[in-house]
Every structure is written in C-alpha cells, then in structure tokens.
C-alpha cells in the first residue's frame, strides 16, 4: 500500500467466531478511512456496516450487483439503519470460502453527511458468485469515530479478518 495508508487497528476472528467487530475511538487525524475485510460467514447472511452506533434511518445506498450469469442487479436503499453487504463468504459453500470487502469513508472528520463507497466480490464453490459495487450516505454530519461491523444473523467464522486504515492527503 502507499505510504499514506495508515493501519489504525486490526482483528482477526478467533475459534467460536462473532456476531460483531467493533473499531472505537478513531483518530480524527486523517483524511479518510479504508475499512477492508476477509469475511466467511456461518449462515446466509448479510454484512452490516454502521458508524458511531447510529442506528436510525439515516443511511442510504446504491447497490450494483452481478453474480456472474443473467442480467445485473440494481437497486436503492432508503431509510435503513446500517450500510448492507450481502452474502460475505457463506459457510455452506465451503469452509475457506471468503469474501472480500471494502468501505471508503472520504472527508470522515468533516462537518457534512457522510459519504461511503464500497466493493465486494464472493466465490461461492457453486453455480453463483457475486461481484458488488456501493454507494451510500450516513446523513449524519458528526465526525465518524467509531464503526461496527455486524454479522446480521449467525457469526463471523474464525480466521475472518477485519483493517481499519487511516489515509493521509499528503
């Protein structure tokens, strides 16, 4: 990664898994943040992502979503409580299954709504594999100090990583 890619914190899901992975008291000394995550999950799932515990309506995304056969998906959010990504490494399909996730988090100490962009990809070891694009807002204009990363039903499964980076404009 580039000089300017800080790692603020790091977790690594231990045996017994967990429901959530929490990233507290965050620097407000940088001037975006990259979360990255390597996720295999113990049911058909989704991944929620939620900032400084708000969770109200105040979230809303754009979701492109191809899964590698047939027509891609698109489709709004409005009115949610967290930012969603779906299916993150179903154990079903395999126990080494993961998915690959990131959330970029511009101008997060900033006085304005907040801005999040994402990508996911997951092999499933079947039929369907999904490739996934975001764009979502918090509207929200506190600075972004704390964020939680929810497994919405069931647990991250052991070895399931999570980095939060801080990133510098210079």
């Not at 204009?141 to 070895?159: K, M, P, R």
Request: proline content about 2%; some cysteine.
């Amino acid at each position: 990664m580039a000089n300017t890619y800080f790692l603020i914190a790091s977790n690594t899901v231990g045996s017994g898994g967990t429901a959530q992975v929490d990233f507290t008291s965050i620097p407000q000394t940088y001037t975006d943040l990259l979360i990255k995550t390597s996720t295999n999950v113990t049911s058909l799932n989704v991944l929620r992502v939620r900032f400084n515990s708000i969770s109200t309506s105040d979230y809303t995304q754009r979701v492109l979503r191809g899964t590698g056969s047939g027509i891609p998906a698109s489709y709004s959010n409005t009115g949610w409580d967290t930012i969603t990504q779906f299916t993150p490494g179903y154990n079903n399909d395999g126990a080494n299954i993961f998915s690959n996730n990131e959330y970029y988090i511009p101008n997060y100490t900033g006085s304005g709504n907040k801005s999040i962009s994402g990508d996911s990809v997951t092999e499933a070891n079947s039929t369907t594999a999904y490739a996934v694009l975001y764009a979502g807002l918090l509207n929200n204009t506190s600075a972004i100090t704390s964020v939680n990363l929810i497994c919405q039903s069931g647990n991250f499964n052991q070895y399931s990583t999570f980095h939060l980076y801080g990133i510098k404009n210079s």
